[in-house]
Nanobody
Framework: QVQLVESGGGLVQPGGSLRLSCAAS????????MAWYRQAPGKQRELVAT???????NYADSVKGRFTISRENAKNTVYLQMSSLKPEDTAVYLC?????????WGKGTLVTVSS
């Protein structure tokens, strides 16, 4: 059974930092491209960052220079380090794994940026 479990969300003040984690099980993690998406209330799901199986990364313009995606294949985990957080970063952050025609999603972790 495939599972993607996100953690690390919470309430943070503007300008603060958080690190999200997504632990995968039931897949050959190292061959999967991984991504973080987010969905704010009343808005469409938005791609935040991606990392290929080879470690190449890409970011949405809205988070470039503030967020860093990374992966640790030995732990079957992908991370999203978020800094200089803004109220508009408030959303549920979801983990996604794609490879070999398969596409898996976690249930998400809520990030709230507010003073």
């Amino acid at each position: 059974q495939v599972q993607l479990v996100e953690s690390g969300g919470g309430l943070v003040q503007p300008g603060g930092s958080l690190r999200l984690s997504c632990a995968a099980s039931g897949i050959a993690f190292s061959v999967y491209a991984m991504a973080w998406y987010r969905q704010a209330p009343g808005k469409q799901r938005e791609l935040v960052a991606t990392i290929t199986s080879g470690g190449r990364t890409n970011y949405a313009d809205s988070v470039k220079g503030r967020f860093t995606i990374s992966r640790e294949n030995a732990k079957n985990t992908v991370y999203l380090q978020m800094s200089s957080l803004k109220p508009e970063d408030t959303a549920v952050y979801l983990c996604n794994a794609v490879a070999q025609g398969r596409d898996y999603w976690g249930k998400g972790t809520l990030v709230t940026v507010s003073s």
